[in-house]
C-alpha cells in the first residue's frame, strides 16, 4: 500500500511539474518585482474563501493522493490568501506557485501538502523550516504540532512573515539557513521549501534519532528531485520521491536585492 501511495505521488508530482513548468519561470520573473505588502492572516475569511480553500483541498489535494486527515485538516484551516500579495489574491488557491517578491514564491498548495505529509509530525515534535517565504509552510506546520522553527535569508520577508506568524508562537529567524538552527536542535523534521545545489551536512547532523528530512535538490532554473531522509540511530537513509520545482537556496554572499 505505501509503495503504491509513493508511485501515486510520484505521478502526481509529474503532472504538477508539467502544468507549471512555465508557470514557476514565470511567477520567479513578477517575483524579482518589489513587492507590495503582503496580506496577514487578519484578512477577512468569509465564506467566499473558505469555498475555495475546501475546493482547493478536495480537488488538488486530497485527489492527489493526500491522505493524513491531520494535513487535509491544516490546508483547510489556514487562510492562503492571507500569505499573497494583494495582486495575487484572484490565484491564492490555484494549484501553482505564486511570487511574492525578492525572487520567492509561495509554494504549489499541493506541494505544500505533500511535503508536509511525508515529515509525518505528531503533536510535540520538533520541526525546522528552511526557507520560510510568505508564513505559508510555516503556518501548516504549526497546525500540527506547538514547536516549529522556521529561518528566511531575506530580511524583508523574514520581518513580514514573523509578524504574520506571531500568534501562531513561530520562532522565525533572519539567517542562512544552509546551516540551520544548532540552538533548538535536534529536530523530529527538517522541511526545505528551497533547492540546494546539494544535502547540507549541517541540516542532517540536527536531525534526531528517527528524524525525518524533506528537501528538494538539484540546480536552478531546472527540475530538482525532492528526498526524504531519515535518521535511525547513526544509519542515515534516503529516499527519491519525485521531480519538483523550486527556487534555489540563498546564501548569505548572494545578492538579494529586489
Same mark, same amino acid.
Given at each position: 500500500?505505501?509503495? %503504491?501511495?509513493?508511485?501515486?505521488?510520484?505521478?502526481?508530482?509529474?503532472?504538477?511539474?508539467?502544468? +507549471? %513548468?512555465?508557470?514557476? *519561470?514565470?511567477?520567479?520573473?513578477?517575483?524579482?518585482?518589489?513587492?507590495?505588502?503582503?496580506?496577514? !492572516?487578519?484578512? /477577512?475569511?468569509?465564506?467566499?474563501?473558505? =469555498?475555495?480553500?475546501?475546493?482547493?483541498?478536495? $480537488?488538488?489535494?486530497?485527489?492527489? @493522493? +493526500?491522505?493524513?486527515?491531520?494535513? &487535509?485538516?491544516?490546508?483547510?484551516?489556514?487562510?492562503?490568501?492571507?500569505?499573497?500579495?494583494? =495582486?495575487?489574491?484572484?490565484?491564492?488557491?490555484?494549484?501553482? *506557485?505564486? *511570487? #511574492?517578491?525578492?525572487?520567492?514564491?509561495?509554494?504549489?498548495?499541493?506541494?505544500?501538502?505533500?511535503?508536509? $505529509?511525508?515529515?509525518?509530525?505528531?503533536?510535540?515534535?520538533?520541526?525546522? =523550516?528552511?526557507?520560510?517565504?510568505?508564513?505559508?509552510?510555516?503556518?501548516?506546520?504549526?497546525?500540527?504540532?506547538?514547536?516549529?522553527?522556521?529561518? /528566511?535569508?531575506? =530580511?524583508?520577508?523574514?520581518?513580514?512573515?514573523?509578524?504574520?506568524?506571531?500568534?501562531?508562537?513561530?520562532?522565525?529567524?533572519?539567517?542562512? @539557513?544552509?546551516?540551520?538552527?544548532?540552538?533548538?536542535?535536534?529536530?523530529?523534521?527538517? #522541511?526545505?521549501?528551497?533547492? *540546494?545545489?546539494?544535502?547540507?551536512?549541517?541540516?542532517?547532523?540536527?536531525?534526531?534519532?528517527?528524524?525525518?528530512?524533506?528537501?528538494?535538490?538539484? !540546480? !536552478?532554473?531546472?527540475?530538482?528531485?525532492?528526498?526524504?531522509?531519515?535518521?535511525?540511530?547513526? $544509519? #542515515?537513509?534516503? /529516499?527519491?520521491?519525485?521531480?519538483?520545482?523550486?527556487? !534555489?537556496?540563498?546564501?548569505?554572499?548572494?545578492? &538579494?536585492?529586489?
Amino acid at each position: 500500500m505505501l509503495k %503504491g501511495l509513493r508511485l501515486w505521488h510520484k505521478i502526481a508530482l509529474l503532472v504538477a511539474c508539467l502544468l +507549471i %513548468g512555465v508557470g514557476i *519561470p514565470l511567477a520567479i520573473k513578477f517575483a524579482h518585482r518589489a513587492p507590495q505588502r503582503l496580506a496577514t !492572516p487578519a484578512l /477577512e475569511d468569509d465564506a467566499h474563501w473558505r =469555498e475555495l480553500r475546501l475546493k482547493m483541498v478536495r $480537488e488538488q489535494i486530497a485527489s492527489s @493522493g +493526500i491522505q493524513d486527515p491531520r494535513v &487535509l485538516a491544516a490546508m483547510e484551516a489556514v487562510p492562503r490568501h492571507a500569505f499573497v500579495p494583494p =495582486e495575487w489574491l484572484s490565484q491564492a488557491y490555484d494549484d501553482h *506557485p505564486l *511570487p #511574492i517578491g525578492y525572487g520567492q514564491t509561495i509554494s504549489q498548495p499541493y506541494v505544500v501538502a505533500l511535503m508536509t $505529509e511525508l515529515l509525518d509530525i505528531q503533536p510535540g515534535d520538533k520541526v525546522l =523550516e528552511i526557507g520560510t517565504g510568505s508564513g505559508y509552510q510555516a503556518a501548516i506546520l504549526a497546525q500540527l504540532t506547538d514547536r516549529v522553527y522556521t529561518i /528566511e535569508i531575506v =530580511e524583508p520577508l523574514c520581518l513580514q512573515a514573523a509578524e504574520r506568524l506571531k500568534n501562531l508562537k513561530v520562532h522565525v529567524r533572519c539567517a542562512d @539557513g544552509y546551516y540551520g538552527w544548532e540552538e533548538y536542535a535536534p529536530y523530529d523534521g527538517i #522541511i526545505v521549501t528551497c533547492a *540546494p545545489d546539494h544535502i547540507p551536512q549541517p541540516l542532517v547532523n540536527q536531525l534526531a534519532d528517527g528524524g525525518r528530512m524533506v528537501i528538494p535538490v538539484g !540546480p !536552478p532554473g531546472s527540475y530538482q528531485t525532492l528526498w526524504l531522509i531519515q535518521r535511525k540511530g547513526q $544509519e #542515515i537513509t534516503s /529516499e527519491r520521491i519525485g521531480h519538483v520545482l523550486f527556487v !534555489p537556496l540563498l546564501r548569505s554572499a548572494e545578492d &538579494l536585492t529586489p
